[in-house]
Protein backbone atom coordinates (compact mmCIF):
# COMPACT_ATOMS: atom_id res chain seq x y z
CA UNK A 1 0.00 0.00 0.00
CA UNK A 2 1.11 3.50 -0.67
CA UNK A 3 1.37 6.85 0.96
CA UNK A 4 -0.48 10.05 -0.87
CA UNK A 5 1.46 12.61 -0.03
CA UNK A 6 0.91 16.37 -1.27
CA UNK A 7 3.16 18.87 -1.14
CA UNK A 8 6.18 16.76 -2.41
CA UNK A 9 7.91 19.30 -3.47
CA UNK A 10 8.32 21.49 -0.25
CA UNK A 11 10.29 21.84 2.31
CA UNK A 12 8.90 19.53 4.77
CA UNK A 13 6.92 17.46 2.10
CA UNK A 14 10.23 16.46 0.30
CA UNK A 15 12.51 16.07 3.90
CA UNK A 16 9.22 12.87 4.86
CA UNK A 17 9.10 12.04 1.61
CA UNK A 18 12.81 11.13 1.64
CA UNK A 19 12.25 9.33 5.25
CA UNK A 20 9.34 7.07 4.05
CA UNK A 21 11.17 6.19 0.93
CA UNK A 22 14.09 5.07 2.85
CA UNK A 23 11.95 2.91 5.07
CA UNK A 24 10.53 1.08 1.97
CA UNK A 25 7.25 2.83 1.51
CA UNK A 26 5.75 3.76 -2.02
CA UNK A 27 5.06 7.59 -1.87
CA UNK A 28 2.19 9.23 -4.36
CA UNK A 29 3.41 12.70 -4.99
CA UNK A 30 1.40 15.93 -5.74
CA UNK A 31 2.56 19.45 -6.26
CA UNK A 32 1.72 22.44 -8.07
CA UNK A 33 5.23 23.95 -8.10
CA UNK A 34 3.96 27.29 -7.87
CA UNK A 35 6.05 30.48 -8.01
CA UNK A 36 5.42 31.60 -4.70
CA UNK A 37 9.39 31.02 -3.82
CA UNK A 38 11.92 29.86 -6.34
CA UNK A 39 10.46 26.60 -7.85
CA UNK A 40 14.06 25.78 -9.10
CA UNK A 41 14.39 24.78 -5.77
CA UNK A 42 11.50 22.83 -5.84
CA UNK A 43 12.55 21.13 -8.97
CA UNK A 44 15.92 20.39 -7.23
CA UNK A 45 13.94 18.74 -4.24
CA UNK A 46 11.58 16.80 -6.82
CA UNK A 47 14.68 15.56 -8.60
CA UNK A 48 16.34 13.94 -5.52
CA UNK A 49 13.04 12.10 -4.60
CA UNK A 50 12.83 10.81 -8.20
CA UNK A 51 15.78 8.72 -8.05
CA UNK A 52 13.97 6.40 -5.46
CA UNK A 53 12.28 3.85 -6.85
CA UNK A 54 9.22 4.08 -4.69
CA UNK A 55 8.69 7.12 -6.01
CA UNK A 56 5.82 8.65 -8.20
CA UNK A 57 5.00 12.61 -8.75
CA UNK A 58 1.82 13.93 -10.22
CA UNK A 59 2.04 17.57 -10.85
CA UNK A 60 -1.41 18.86 -9.58
CA UNK A 61 -2.59 21.70 -7.76
CA UNK A 62 -4.83 20.43 -4.49
CA UNK A 63 -6.91 24.04 -5.00
CA UNK A 64 -8.34 22.07 -8.37
CA UNK A 65 -11.34 20.29 -7.51
CA UNK A 66 -12.39 18.48 -10.82
CA UNK A 67 -8.66 17.76 -11.01
CA UNK A 68 -8.41 16.01 -7.93
CA UNK A 69 -11.92 14.43 -7.77
CA UNK A 70 -10.70 12.56 -11.44
CA UNK A 71 -7.11 12.01 -10.04
CA UNK A 72 -8.58 10.46 -6.66
CA UNK A 73 -11.41 7.77 -8.84
CA UNK A 74 -8.18 6.84 -10.22
CA UNK A 75 -6.06 5.87 -7.38
CA UNK A 76 -5.39 2.50 -6.26
CA UNK A 77 -3.73 0.93 -2.81
CA UNK A 78 -3.48 4.33 -0.90
CA UNK A 79 -4.62 3.46 2.69
CA UNK A 80 -2.85 6.78 4.19
CA UNK A 81 -2.48 10.46 2.89
CA UNK A 82 -0.01 12.91 4.32
CA UNK A 83 -1.61 16.55 3.23
CA UNK A 84 1.42 19.01 3.85
CA UNK A 85 0.41 21.34 0.76
CA UNK A 86 -0.29 24.36 1.52
CA UNK A 87 0.00 28.41 0.37
CA UNK A 88 2.79 29.16 3.34
CA UNK A 89 3.62 32.94 5.16
CA UNK A 90 1.99 35.44 7.05
CA UNK A 91 2.56 38.38 5.06
CA UNK A 92 2.11 37.32 1.57
CA UNK A 93 -1.64 36.91 3.08
CA UNK A 94 -2.36 40.34 3.06
CA UNK A 95 -0.88 41.07 -0.43
CA UNK A 96 -2.69 37.73 -2.09
CA UNK A 97 -5.44 36.47 0.25
CA UNK A 98 -7.47 34.29 -2.50
CA UNK A 99 -4.11 32.30 -2.52
CA UNK A 100 -4.85 31.06 0.92
CA UNK A 101 -8.52 30.71 0.49
CA UNK A 102 -7.75 28.37 -2.82
CA UNK A 103 -5.01 26.39 -1.14
CA UNK A 104 -5.75 25.93 2.07
CA UNK A 105 -9.44 25.83 2.79
CA UNK A 106 -10.44 24.97 -1.05
CA UNK A 107 -7.13 22.40 -0.78
CA UNK A 108 -8.04 21.16 2.50
CA UNK A 109 -11.88 20.25 1.45
CA UNK A 110 -10.73 18.63 -1.46
CA UNK A 111 -8.52 15.92 0.34
CA UNK A 112 -11.07 15.08 2.91
CA UNK A 113 -13.35 14.32 0.26
CA UNK A 114 -10.85 12.40 -1.93
CA UNK A 115 -10.00 10.96 2.03
CA UNK A 116 -13.25 9.61 2.65
CA UNK A 117 -14.08 8.52 -0.31
CA UNK A 118 -11.04 5.71 -0.12
CA UNK A 119 -12.26 2.65 1.72
CA UNK A 120 -9.18 1.52 2.54
CA UNK A 121 -7.92 4.80 4.24
CA UNK A 122 -6.18 3.79 7.88
CA UNK A 123 -5.26 7.96 8.17
CA UNK A 124 -5.16 10.96 7.20
CA UNK A 125 -2.96 13.69 8.58
CA UNK A 126 -2.23 17.23 7.79
CA UNK A 127 -0.52 19.92 8.64
CA UNK A 128 -1.38 23.28 10.49
CA UNK A 129 0.58 25.44 11.80
CA UNK A 130 1.36 27.54 15.21
CA UNK A 131 -0.31 30.55 14.25
CA UNK A 132 -3.53 29.14 15.00
CA UNK A 133 -2.69 30.27 18.57
CA UNK A 134 -2.85 34.00 17.32
CA UNK A 135 -2.82 36.43 19.78
CA UNK A 136 -2.83 34.07 22.62
CA UNK A 137 -0.01 34.90 25.30
CA UNK A 138 -0.48 31.77 27.81
CA UNK A 139 3.17 30.32 27.24
CA UNK A 140 3.93 27.49 26.34
CA UNK A 141 0.96 27.00 23.81
CA UNK A 142 -1.16 24.07 24.50
CA UNK A 143 -3.62 22.11 22.16
CA UNK A 144 -6.05 22.48 24.67
CA UNK A 145 -5.80 26.36 24.68
CA UNK A 146 -8.86 28.33 23.21
CA UNK A 147 -7.89 29.51 19.16
CA UNK A 148 -10.60 31.42 18.33
CA UNK A 149 -8.58 35.04 18.02
CA UNK A 150 -6.22 34.40 14.53
CA UNK A 151 -4.43 37.47 14.13
CA UNK A 152 -3.32 36.67 9.79
CA UNK A 153 -5.75 35.09 7.25
CA UNK A 154 -2.61 32.97 7.24
CA UNK A 155 -3.79 31.89 10.61
CA UNK A 156 -7.68 31.62 10.03
CA UNK A 157 -7.10 29.39 7.03
CA UNK A 158 -5.14 26.67 9.00
CA UNK A 159 -7.50 26.84 11.77
CA UNK A 160 -10.47 26.37 9.52
CA UNK A 161 -8.87 23.54 8.02
CA UNK A 162 -8.55 22.03 11.73
CA UNK A 163 -12.42 22.35 11.97
CA UNK A 164 -13.16 21.15 8.81
CA UNK A 165 -10.74 18.20 9.68
CA UNK A 166 -12.86 17.19 12.84
CA UNK A 167 -15.79 18.00 11.10
CA UNK A 168 -14.91 15.45 8.54
CA UNK A 169 -13.59 12.52 11.14
CA UNK A 170 -17.41 12.88 12.92
CA UNK A 171 -19.62 12.36 9.81
CA UNK A 172 -17.67 9.68 7.76
CA UNK A 173 -15.61 8.14 10.45
CA UNK A 174 -12.32 9.41 9.21
CA UNK A 175 -9.36 9.01 11.31
CA UNK A 176 -7.53 11.97 11.18
CA UNK A 177 -4.78 14.05 12.74
CA UNK A 178 -3.61 17.54 12.50
CA UNK A 179 -0.08 18.87 13.18
CA UNK A 180 0.73 22.12 14.30
CA UNK A 181 3.87 23.19 12.97
CA UNK A 182 6.26 25.43 14.86
CA UNK A 183 9.14 27.45 13.01
CA UNK A 184 10.75 24.88 10.88
CA UNK A 185 14.30 25.38 9.71
CA UNK A 186 16.91 23.15 8.19
CA UNK A 187 18.45 21.97 4.82
CA UNK A 188 16.07 22.75 1.71
CA UNK A 189 14.64 25.20 4.02
CA UNK A 190 12.26 27.68 2.39
CA UNK A 191 13.73 30.95 0.97
CA UNK A 192 11.02 33.19 2.75
CA UNK A 193 11.95 32.19 6.10
CA UNK A 194 13.77 33.55 8.74
CA UNK A 195 16.99 31.54 8.64
CA UNK A 196 17.05 31.19 4.71
CA UNK A 197 16.65 35.01 4.57
CA UNK A 198 19.40 35.91 7.37
CA UNK A 199 21.63 33.67 5.76
CA UNK A 200 21.17 35.24 2.28
CA UNK A 201 21.48 38.57 3.16
CA UNK A 202 24.52 38.62 5.25
CA UNK A 203 26.19 36.31 3.13
CA UNK A 204 25.74 39.18 0.64
CA UNK A 205 26.53 41.90 3.15
CA UNK A 206 23.56 43.61 2.84
CA UNK A 207 21.60 44.59 6.10
CA UNK A 208 18.82 41.97 7.84
CA UNK A 209 15.49 43.06 8.86
CA UNK A 210 14.51 42.19 12.42
CA UNK A 211 11.28 43.13 13.34
CA UNK A 212 10.20 44.32 16.51
CA UNK A 213 14.09 46.29 18.18
CA UNK A 214 14.69 42.07 18.11
CA UNK A 215 12.55 41.17 21.32
CA UNK A 216 11.27 38.21 19.08
CA UNK A 217 11.10 34.23 20.82
CA UNK A 218 10.56 31.94 18.93
CA UNK A 219 10.32 27.82 19.19
CA UNK A 220 13.08 26.72 16.30
CA UNK A 221 12.36 23.31 15.32
CA UNK A 222 15.20 21.37 13.08
CA UNK A 223 13.83 19.69 10.30
CA UNK A 224 15.00 15.95 11.50
CA UNK A 225 12.80 16.47 14.53
CA UNK A 226 9.47 17.39 12.49
CA UNK A 227 9.90 14.55 10.31
CA UNK A 228 9.88 12.40 13.22
CA UNK A 229 7.13 13.75 14.89
CA UNK A 230 5.31 13.47 11.20
CA UNK A 231 6.24 9.65 10.61
CA UNK A 232 5.18 8.75 14.65
CA UNK A 233 1.60 10.36 13.34
CA UNK A 234 0.83 8.85 10.41
CA UNK A 235 1.92 5.28 12.00
CA UNK A 236 -0.52 6.04 14.86
CA UNK A 237 -3.92 6.64 13.72
CA UNK A 238 -6.66 7.77 16.74
CA UNK A 239 -8.70 5.27 18.23
CA UNK A 240 -12.17 4.69 17.12
CA UNK A 241 -11.90 6.89 14.02
CA UNK A 242 -11.14 10.17 15.90
CA UNK A 243 -9.70 13.35 15.62
CA UNK A 244 -6.72 14.76 17.31
CA UNK A 245 -4.36 17.89 17.18
CA UNK A 246 -0.75 17.61 18.33
CA UNK A 247 1.86 20.59 18.71
CA UNK A 248 5.10 19.17 17.00
CA UNK A 249 7.69 21.78 18.41
CA UNK A 250 11.50 21.90 19.91
CA UNK A 251 9.46 22.78 23.27
CA UNK A 252 12.62 25.74 23.60
CA UNK A 253 11.83 29.18 23.07
CA UNK A 254 14.48 31.27 22.10
CA UNK A 255 15.90 34.81 21.84
CA UNK A 256 16.30 35.73 18.01
CA UNK A 257 18.97 36.85 18.24
CA UNK A 258 20.40 34.27 19.81
CA UNK A 259 19.67 32.46 16.90
CA UNK A 260 21.01 35.62 13.99
CA UNK A 261 24.43 35.03 16.35
CA UNK A 262 24.79 31.21 15.02
CA UNK A 263 23.70 31.98 11.66
CA UNK A 264 26.77 34.80 12.31
CA UNK A 265 29.39 31.94 13.57
CA UNK A 266 28.58 29.56 10.90
CA UNK A 267 28.84 31.82 8.12
CA UNK A 268 32.08 33.88 9.63
CA UNK A 269 30.24 36.97 8.67
CA UNK A 270 29.08 39.49 11.21
CA UNK A 271 25.20 40.97 10.40
CA UNK A 272 24.90 44.30 9.82
CA UNK A 273 21.16 44.47 11.67
CA UNK A 274 18.00 46.69 10.42
CA UNK A 275 15.62 46.98 13.67
CA UNK A 276 12.15 47.36 13.14
CA UNK A 277 9.04 47.75 14.54
CA UNK A 278 6.84 44.70 14.65
CA UNK A 279 4.89 43.14 11.70
CA UNK A 280 1.14 42.72 11.68
CA UNK A 281 0.28 39.50 11.60
CA UNK A 282 3.26 38.79 13.84
CA UNK A 283 3.75 37.56 17.60
CA UNK A 284 6.47 38.55 19.87
CA UNK A 285 6.81 34.66 21.04
CA UNK A 286 6.05 31.02 20.44
CA UNK A 287 6.58 28.17 22.95
CA UNK A 288 5.12 24.63 22.39
CA UNK A 289 3.86 22.44 24.88
CA UNK A 290 4.31 19.14 23.64
CA UNK A 291 2.80 17.25 26.52
CA UNK A 292 0.05 15.30 24.25
CA UNK A 293 2.97 14.75 21.77
CA UNK A 294 5.39 12.96 23.98
CA UNK A 295 2.84 10.66 25.52
CA UNK A 296 0.63 9.51 22.54
CA UNK A 297 3.91 9.91 19.61
CA UNK A 298 6.63 9.52 21.97
CA UNK A 299 8.33 12.70 20.42
CA UNK A 300 11.19 13.84 21.98
CA UNK A 301 13.24 16.55 19.58
CA UNK A 302 16.54 16.32 19.58
CA UNK A 303 18.11 19.10 17.58
CA UNK A 304 19.21 22.35 19.33
CA UNK A 305 19.96 25.33 17.76
CA UNK A 306 23.53 25.35 18.43
CA UNK A 307 23.44 21.80 16.26
CA UNK A 308 20.68 22.65 13.98
CA UNK A 309 21.99 26.42 12.66
CA UNK A 310 25.62 25.15 11.47
CA UNK A 311 23.44 22.07 9.31
CA UNK A 312 21.08 24.16 7.74
CA UNK A 313 24.41 26.53 6.93
CA UNK A 314 26.49 23.94 5.93
CA UNK A 315 23.70 23.11 2.96
CA UNK A 316 22.74 26.61 2.42
CA UNK A 317 26.73 26.98 1.55
CA UNK A 318 26.67 23.77 -0.70
CA UNK A 319 23.25 24.54 -2.05
CA UNK A 320 24.65 28.49 -3.33
CA UNK A 321 27.95 27.23 -3.97
CA UNK A 322 29.71 29.71 -1.57
Keep these: MAILLTGAAGFIGFHVATALLKRGEDVIGIDNLNPYYDVKLKEARLAELEKA ?22 LRNVDRILHLAAQA ?31 SLKHFVYASSSSVYGGNTKLPFSVRDAVEKPISLYAATKRAGELMAVTYSHLHNLPATGLRFFTVYGPWGRPDMSAYIFAKLISEGKPIPVFNNGEMMRDFTFIDDIVAGVLAAIDRPPPEAGHRLYNLGNHRSEPLMRFIELIETALGRKAEIDFQPMQRGD ?14 LDFHPRTTIDKGVPRFIAWFRDYHGL
Design 89 to 119: GVRYSFENPEAYIASNVDGQLNLLELARRIG
Design 283 to 296: VKETYADITESERD
Design 53 to 74: AGFTFHKLDVADGEAMAAFGAG
